[in-house]
């Protein structure tokens, strides 16, 4: 049994828990990733009246093991953003060069600057 009936249903609920939380008067923008992300998201970016953008990272894998996420990039509002779970990177005692050109190639790969 699932506790949303779809993921339309999940935004629309996610945006009514939102709405208290915002601050009013600041400018909000939703961001929804691929796969599944985005059908969440546009519910919510209408329910509060914000602006609503789609986000497409790239997968950072790990040293022999390209499937399993380390971290993460992608680039919004011209920004590029990273993000790494450091848990994983120390437990499998990755090196900061392999990040480094894992990040350029990802960028290079996916077109991003």
Do not use: C, H, N, W
Request: no cysteine; net charge neutral.
């Amino acid at each position: 049994m699932s506790l949303f009936r779809d993921r339309a249903e999940a935004g629309t609920r996610l945006a009514a828990a939102l709405r208290d939380q915002l601050a009013p008067g600041r400018e909000t923008v939703v961001l929804g990733l691929p796969r599944g992300g985005v059908i969440v998201a546009v519910p919510v970016a209408q329910a509060l009246g914000a602006a609503f953008d789609v986000i497409v990272p790239r997968k950072i894998g790990a040293p022999g093991e390209p499937e399993l996420a380390v971290g993460a990039m992608a680039v919004a509002g011209g920004e590029a953003i990273t993000v790494f779970d450091d848990a994983s990177l120390a437990q499998l005692g990755v090196r900061d060069e392999y990040v480094r050109r894992e990040v350029e190639a990802q960028r290079r790969d996916g077109g991003l600057r």
